[in-house]
């Protein structure tokens, strides 16, 4: 299975923004999926964004359109989120997930990081 490794969490205020990268391994990352869950405390596991293989097409939870954008760098084997606007309900552990699919990435099943933190101050 590939390794996923999160970076960029960290400390911000309301409004603020942060991009989160995920650094994967394996010389056939370009043909997997990726993208990004979250899991605040107490609360299950939330989809936040997926992108195919291609990076042409992505995916959105309604709760973040508009405010966050995943893109990928398959040059160097590396996934991003950008999130912007943040609102204190955004603060969760951020998890990058890859797949042979889109549809295996947002169910969940593919492989999985180990997690960056984010962190909204009000």
């Known amino acids: 299975q590939v390794q996923l490794v999160e970076s960029g969490g960290g400390l911000v205020q309301t409004g603020g923004s942060l991009r989160l990268s995920c650094a994967a391994s394996g010389r056939t990352f370009s043909t997997y999926a990726m993208g990004w869950f979250r899991r605040a405390p107490g609360k299950e596991r939330e989809f936040v964004a997926a992108?195919?293989?291609?990076?042409?097409?992505?995916y959105y939870a309604d709760s973040v359109k508009g405010r966050f954008t995943i893109s990928r760098d398959n040059a160097k084997n590396t996934v991003y989120l950008q999130l912007n606007s943040l609102k204190p309900e955004d603060t969760a552990v951020y998890y990058c997930?890859?797949?042979?699919?889109?549809?295996?990435?947002?169910?969940?099943?593919?492989?999985w990081g180990q997690g960056t933190q984010v962190t909204v101050s009000s």
């Open positions: 992108i195919s293989w291609s990076g042409v097409n992505t």
């Open positions: 997930a890859a797949g042979s699919t889109i549809v295996i990435v947002r169910s969940g099943f593919g492989s």
